[in-house]
């Protein structure tokens, strides 16, 4: 089997790849529903309910897909530069745990209007803090920035762990290791009333177009695509590459970050070391899924919540287990990859 | 001080660091091979953990322990086609299809884990594999019970690391692997078929690591749990920087890794309720990143790892 270049890519084509790729993960994913026993369109409707059926059902998913989006763009925006941020997980729970660190020891006694924007500030910059370390190591002593940003995923959530086992411990958590919980003024207003949708989901939209503006429409942005597209050639034309990738880490880091604090603002008020289900990973799933567009991002990112939400009530009635939601995102990743090859190149006879 | 010297001077604590090195050396030896056919395999983690959970249902289903192992490899196996297939034969990037393929195989392992296992207060258990003695030589003072007398798969992965290492550096083989990754358009001219020996040692490799899960639960611990392996993946590709791609070094460094790691754990007995215990638990990942910034300058990388090789196209 030989391959050739495409000449170029249809619309169509681009469009149709994730189309494409979710249903192949889904017509998977069924097969495995099928071996469990269990009617797989049945399933699938449940999913479907389960995610849109009520009221409560659907800002639960929006809910959900709010970090999605800023998890899904910092890995996006990292790996259009090809800077391998595989440490959302760890910048978010360093996020949500500054957040609430701030808000019970420093901007606890201001008014809203303040506290708020200070405090999504400052969980963007512990995020940032977080994928600096293993970007100066990667420039420093090229070391490849996948694995140092795994392993500090597992650094952070241990790091979190120890402070809401001591100096930032809930003294009125009945003994369980969670933090202080974030000050009244800090909890961001909901969108609707008897829901647990809060303003996060506008945040989130707001920065998917900020992002895709910026991406497109500035130096900075063609430059950040030049890196990834061919270092040695952006260094040869003049692009600073130190430098646009710090700026790179600095977005990508920063919205997984603000991922952790509009969590722990919008959602539970305070930290576990289970705040996140994952979101840091699944993240590079939205990205991948949105072939790394910002505006795509926010689809992909509502398919994920989708499933995830819609499986956990399909899990309770038909018996299979909720996991099947991980495996449909990670079979619909592997589709994606496929599909977006076969829009660069096509089998030769 | 005196703790420090208590630790080291107990057998108990060197028998433990050839236990614990165990996975490090069968995932590290995996994505060695992996590497030096020019192909970086970021599946490790789901590879592992999918070893663990299959090679423990089928001993939980009444298959003996090797066949645990032997299925765990051949699952690994399994994976390592699907990542050849997407980085050798389509050349995708191997960073993403890695990592593609740790979340399909560890949510896969759980969705299976859970269909088939049903929820307990306590997991269920199997026989796990029991330390063999050695003849004679576990009947020597201190060096007997510290060395001698450790499961099956212990012995088997130090086996293999120096045949690994044998067949890389002093077979014909093993010098195809090696130039294939170093340029695989030399290695094509040579008569060498590079897509054959990069899908061959990805498969392998991968095979190696489904073992390393599996010892996790067949001979280090007796069930199976999400999240048991706990990022020992990562760790070994670490260990590969460190080990400068040498078989002989990877078990050396994942020998010294378990040596900090299991003195680690019994400090942390002596020092517990001073120093909070999630300090001692970073250390292991720390010191992979130390591990990494150390010597990833001084380190010779398979030049041609990640390239795709695409006939005819340079």
Known sequence: MRFERREHRSLALVIATPVLAILCALALAGLLIAIAGAPVMEAYWRILVGAFGSRLSATETLTRASPLILTGLAAAVAFRARLWNIGAEGQFYLGAIAVAAASSHLFGSLPSPLQIPLLLVVGAAAGIVLLLVPLWLRLRFSVDEVVTTLLLNFVAVLFVSMLIDGPLKDPMGFGWPQSQPVADAAVLPKLFARSRLHIGLMIALVLAVAVHLVQSRTVFGMQSRAAGLNPAGAVFAGVPLGRTLVTVACISGGLAGLAGAIEVMGVQGYVTTDLSPGYGYSGIVVAMLANLHPLGVVLAALFTAVMFVGADGMSRSMGIPSYIADVTVALALISMLTGVFFTQYRIRR | ?314
């Open chain 2, 1 to 314: 001080m005196n703790a420090v010297i208590d630790i080291f001077a107990s057998a108990g604590l060197w028998a433990a660091v050839l236990r614990i090195a165990t996975p490090l050396i069968l995932g590290t030896l995996g994505a060695l091979l992996c590497e030096r056919s020019g192909v970086l395999n970021l599946g490790i983690e789901g590879i592992m953990t999918f070893g663990a959970m299959i090679g423990w249902l089928t001993v939980y289903n009444g298959a003996d322990l090797w066949t645990g192992i032997l299925v765990a490899g051949l699952s690994g196996g399994i994976f390592g086609l699907l990542h050849a297939g997407l980085t050798v034969t389509l050349g995708l990037s191997q960073h993403v299809s890695g990592l593609g393929v740790t979340l399909f195989a560890s949510s896969f392992s759980y969705y299976v884990f859970r269909l088939l296992v049903p929820v307990a207060g306590t997991p269920p258990t199997i026989e796990p594999f029991q330390p063999i003695d050695v003849p004679v030589l576990s009947s020597l003072p201190f060096l007997g019970p510290a060395l001698f007398t450790q499961t099956p798969p212990t012995y088997a992965a130090i086996l293999l690391a120096l045949a690994l290492g044998y067949i890389l550096f002093r077979t014909p083989l093993g010098l195809a692997i090696r130039m294939t990754g170093e340029n695989p358009h030399a290695a094509e001219a040579q008569g060498i078929n590079p897509m054959a020996i990069r899908f061959g040692s990805v498969v392998v490799g991968s095979a190696l690591m489904g073992i390393g899960g599996a010892f996790l639960t067949l001979s280090a611990f007796n069930s199976f749990f999400p999240t048991m392996v706990q990022g020992r993946g990562w760790i070994c590709i670490a260990l590969v920087v460190f080990a400068s791609w040498r078989p002989g070094r990877a078990l050396v460094g994942a020998l010294l890794f378990a040596l900090f790691d299991g003195f680690q754990l019994r400090l942390q007995a002596r020092l517990s309720g001073v120093v909070p215990y999630q300090i001692f638990l970073m250390i292991p990942y720390l010191m992979s990143i130390a591990a990494l910034a150390l010597m990833a300058r001084r380190a010779r990388v398979p030049q041609a790892l990640m390239q795709p090789y695409r006939r005819g196209e340079r």
